[in-house]
């Protein structure tokens, strides 16, 4: 475990992108160059992440301690509901896999060379549906017929969006650490179960206040159903989700039909 670790230098390097031309390359290595000299693992806190090759086909950087395994997405200002990714298969066939890393997503601004924003999702946060699939390239573009993806963060829960770094301001290790190691309690197998899930709990993130009902989440029956047309027992499905959310300790049961927020 990291201890008496010292805040962060949110500055960018500018010496990491010395003989780099292509503006796309710089941005790369700055941000990733700050992220190996920086970042502290957020599964463990151990004091650094190392950075695999280039090229590697499912992560950018791994914990030399606990193996974790983090890809880096990073953008200009600050972080946004949406962020625009690379190929849509690409991305489906890496978030439905049993590879599938963690993700930290950076924002930055070059102007002031200092990091702005930085949060870490865990994989079981990602599903295909927070995955939305741009329009193919036109018939003139040089890779015709690609389909690019945008990583829709505000469809992620809250409770998987963990910042380590909010507007410049470093949220401290041990938050971190806390927050990352109660969220692994939500991680499920398979893919279907992870969507009804993260489902079910956005509902729940959606009613305001901290006491809501049965009949609360059932208003979102429809919508629930649209996205998982398999299913025809919505309503059961709902509560099912609701207990493991119970077991979990991120809900309170109260009875009759009333449930509580926890945390």
Known sequence: MRKGRRDMNLSLNPSAAEGYHSQTQIDRVLTESWV???????????????????????????????????ELKSRKGNLTSKITDGAYHTMIERITSNE???????????????????????????????????????????????????????????????????NCVETPLQEVLAQVQRSSSLKKGDIASRSWLMDVLSCVNTLPGEYFTLANIYAFEQTLAKKHQNNHTIKAKIRQQLQFLRDKGYIEFLGNGKYKKIG
């Open 100 to 166: 599938n890393p963690d993700f930290l997503f950076l924002g930055y601004d070059l102007s002031a060379m200092q990091v702005v924003d930085l949060m870490v999702i865990p994989k079981y946060f990602f599903v295909p549906e927070i995955i939305e699939k741009r329009k193919p390239l036109g018939p003139n573009a040089r890779r015709a017929g690609w389909i690019g993806c945008n990583i829709l963060l505000e469809q992620i829960p809250v409770q998987g969006r963990i910042p380590i770094v909010m």
């Open 36 to 70: 190996r000299d920086n970042l502290f693992c957020p599964r463990c806190g151990n004091r650094h992440i190392e950075k695999f090759p280039n090229n590697q086909p499912v992560a950018d950087f791994f914990c030399p301690n606990c193996g974790e395994q983090y």
